[in-house]
Every structure is written in structure tokens, then in C-alpha cells.
Antibody
Framework: QVQLQEAGPGLVKPSETLFLTCTVS????????FTWIRQSPGKGLEWIGY?????RTNSNPSLRSRLSMSMDGSKLSLTLSSVSTADTAVYFC????????????????????WGQGTTVTVSS | DIQMTQSPSSLSASVGDRVTITCRAS??????LHWYQQKPGTAPKLLID???TLQPGVPSRFSGRGSGRDFTLIISSLQPEDFATYYC?????????FGQGTKLEIK
């Protein structure tokens, strides 16, 4: 059974760079990609982006200029530069099912496995 | 970006009630619509995939329907453990946006 576990620094100063990891245990497959989601205090869910097992990524345009995602074996990494208080949130990683078509296109379904989330506070 | 609008934003109901939550997309998303339940301090849980596919282990009192732009989540008979916040999400196109959530509270 796949499990995800996020890890992060807890507290980051404004203008610094945030580094998060997500460890995947229990295996992975080409039928699944991994996504990052965040939730600001008392707010809704914001999709950050996804990464495939081959390193293909796509991210939210609102974050793209500051965001980097990578995958090394069973560990996902997220880097967010120049953070501000608006980046204070609980950050989740999750697995998303992907369907590949012969044409080379693919489609996404729901996120069926989630980590427990890691809280990041941006404050001086 | 595709905007997802849920209604209502909050809802008070009693155990045993039938509850309907709606989600409307700003563009057609066929059936790339998924429903999540989130309880305080925990990660969201996928309830329904692709508009109407109930996830393993999710009680059959939950159901989903819709296609195109309009979708509904139905809880046929509320149970105490169903009081939570519900989110819809589209994965038709990136960014994979969420609705703002519907908080279901005990009346």
C-alpha cells in the first residue's frame, strides 16, 4: 500500500527559499503521478503542480516563476523561492491516477493517496 | 484557469437528512470532476472520482452525478461522521482547480 510522508522546515523567513520533500513508500507506477497541494490557514485547497516518475512537470502559473519540482527515486522535492507570508500553508503531496492514450496524450483523475501534510510558516 | 464554484458554501443539516452539494465549472470539463471530504487537521480524502465513481471503502450513501459543467454530490442519509468540508476539483485542464469548499455542519 502506497504511503506518502512530507517533511519540511516548519519556519521560513520572508524572501528565503522553501524546501520540502515527500517520501513515497510502497511503490509507484507509470499510471500515477504525484502532485503538490497547499492549504492556507482557514482557506481552501490550491493545486501547486504535478510530477511524473520520468520527471515531467506542470505547475500552477501563479507559482511557476518561483517553483521547482523534482523526483529522485522514491523522494519528491519541492522548492519555492522568494517566499512571503502568503506562502504560509499546510503543504500536501498526493498521488494522482493518470490514463495514457496511444496518441501520447493523457488525462488525470482524482488524488487517491495523500500524505498527512507539513505546516510551513513564513515569518521573520 | 477553469473556475469551480460550489454551493452552498456552508450547510447545516441533521443526522438522517439527504444533502446535495453542487459544483459548477466555468467551462465544460466532461467528467473530470472529483469530490473530496476533509475533516479538521487531516488531509482530504477522495470520495468520488470522475464524477460518479465511488472510491473503495466509501459508504454507498455517497453518490455523484453530472457531466459538462454541472455536478452534484449527494449524501442520502447523513451520518455523524459525515460532518466535514467537501471540495470538488477538476482535472480537465491545468491548473487543476478546486471549488472553495462546502462546510457541512450539524444543525
Amino acid at each position: 500500500q502506497v504511503q506518502l510522508q512530507e517533511a519540511g522546515p516548519g519556519l521560513v523567513k520572508p524572501s528565503e527559499t522553501l524546501f520540502l520533500t515527500c517520501t513515497v513508500s510502497g511503490g509507484s507506477s507509470s499510471s500515477h503521478y504525484f502532485t503538490w497541494i497547499r492549504q492556507s490557514p482557514g482557506k481552501g485547497l490550491e493545486w501547486i503542480g504535478y510530477i511524473s516518475d520520468s520527471g515531467r512537470t506542470n505547475s500552477n502559473p501563479s507559482l511557476r516563476s518561483r517553483l521547482s519540482m523534482s523526483m529522485d527515486g522514491s523522494k519528491l522535492s519541492l522548492t519555492l523561492s522568494s517566499v512571503s507570508t502568503a506562502d504560509t500553508a499546510v503543504y500536501f503531496c498526493a498521488r494522482v491516477r493518470v490514463r495514457h492514450y496511444d496518441s501520447g496524450s493523457y488525462s488525470f483523475y482524482g488524488m487517491d493517496v495523500w500524505g498527512q501534510g507539513t505546516t510551513v510558516t513564513v515569518s521573520s | 484557469d477553469i473556475q469551480m464554484t460550489q454551493s452552498p458554501s456552508s450547510l447545516s443539516a441533521s443526522v438522517g437528512d439527504r444533502v446535495t452539494i453542487t459544483c459548477r465549472a466555468s467551462l465544460t470539463i466532461t467528467t473530470y470532476l472529483h469530490w473530496y471530504q476533509q475533516k479538521p487537521g487531516t488531509a482530504p480524502k477522495l470520495l468520488i472520482d470522475a464524477a460518479s465513481t465511488l472510491q473503495p471503502g466509501v459508504p454507498s450513501r455517497f453518490s455523484g452525478r453530472g457531466s459538462g459543467r454541472d455536478f452534484t454530490l449527494i449524501i442520502s442519509s447523513l451520518q455523524p461522521e459525515d460532518f466535514a468540508t467537501y471540495y470538488c476539483q477538476q482535472t480537465y485542464s491545468t491548473p487543476h482547480t478546486f471549488g472553495q469548499g462546502t462546510k457541512l455542519e450539524i444543525k
